[in-house]
């Protein structure tokens, strides 16, 4: 089989998986009681949401593990170059998905106000985080540093690349973050941008890191099987923050992660819709720019459906996907 038709299979074979385990999952929390909370000051659409269960990440993330696991099993055990690559990744999400795993059950455990953990402490947790992975990417792995579409050579970073990956890897994991609250809208966006990514990856001999996207593009299609409107359970932090930080990782490991805001343009905007509100409004004591941020949340209020919202986010990634490879191979 050619790289491309592995690739393309694993992403099957993690679409199956995922809707297999699915439902199990689903009953699993239902009797667990894992129901969302939802503030009261979101749109009265978000009250339908309150009880579905939450932390719908781990029904992308453990087939996600074990299918990677497997496939890497004989590099992993002879800690081959190509083998230990693709734990940096794997173990971002991993370890970024349980950091949202924590803040999803303090969410849970205080269901009256619905605040996890205090936002001060998640960020420097995040920090430690991604410091370690940074390190390893510039330490342990042999990642171009930079590529500029139009420049026909790596660009080397130097010792600052640690603090560019860092900045990637939590901005990433909050941008996706504030992207998740709409059915089906992380899901989608996010498995387009690894798609790209992983098609980036094909492109350059990545092999390894382009199965492994594919892997989580089909786990995502999997859970947008329950996620779709209407949904029958949440992402949550433990997806979001997985999902994000680790397609940050993917986008330093290819060196076109100055592409991200073209490839992931909804969670930029996201991002950047609620840093210009909070300014705004400190700076004008009170005023608003947007009816409320992040900006799918503006929309809802001025009368867009949640399916509208999705449907026409999603057609703005694909159309930015698109320019995203395009100067990709330039």
Not at 200 to 210: K, P, S
């Amino acid at each position: 089989m050619t790289q491309p038709s592995v690739a393309l299979a694993l992403a099957g074979i993690a679409f199956i998986l995922t809707v297999i385990w699915g439902s199990p999952l689903i009953r699993i929390l239902r009797i667990l009681k894992m129901g969302d909370s939802i503030r009261l000051e979101l749109p009265d659409s978000y009250q339908a949401k309150a009880g579905k269960p939450t932390m719908g990440g781990v029904m992308v993330i453990l087939p996600v593990l074990l299918l990677t696991g497997l496939l890497n099993a004989v590099s992993l055990i002879g800690f081959s170059g190509q083998g230990l690559s693709v734990l940096v990744p794997l173990g971002t999400m991993v370890a970024f998905g349980a950091l949202g795993a924590v803040d999803d059950w303090e969410k849970l455990r205080n269901r009256a106000r619905g605040e996890g953990m205090k936002a001060r402490y998640k960020f420097l947790l995040q920090v430690v985080l991604a410091a370690v992975v940074a390190w390893g990417l510039y330490a342990y792995l042999d990642v171009p540093h930079m590529f500029v579409p139009g420049v026909q050579r790596e660009i080397s970073l130097g010792w600052f690349y640690i603090f560019v990956a860092m900045f990637m890897i939590v901005g990433s994991a909050n941008a996706v973050n504030f992207t998740d609250g709409l059915d089906g809208m992380a899901g989608l966006i996010t498995a387009t941008c690894f798609a790209v990514y992983g098609l980036i990856a094909l492109i350059q001999g990545q092999v390894f890191l382009a199965q492994f996207c594919f892997t989580v593009v089909g786990a995502l299609f999997g859970f947008l099987w329950f996620n779709v409107h209407p949904s029958m359970l949440i992402m949550g932090d433990t997806g979001a923050m997985a999902l994000g930080s680790t397609l940050g990782v993917v986008a330093l490991m290819s060196g076109h992660w100055i592409l991200y805001p073209i490839i992931a343009i909804i969670p930029t905007i996201q991002t950047l819709s609620i840093v210009l509100q909070v300014s705004y409004f400190k700076l004008t004591k009170g005023k608003r720019i947007f009816k409320m941020s992040p900006i799918h949340l503006h929309f809802e209020l001025s009368g867009w459906s949640e399916t509208q919202v999705v449907q026409r986010f999603w057609l703005i990634t694909l159309l930015a996907a698109m320019i995203g490879v395009a100067l990709a191979v330039t």
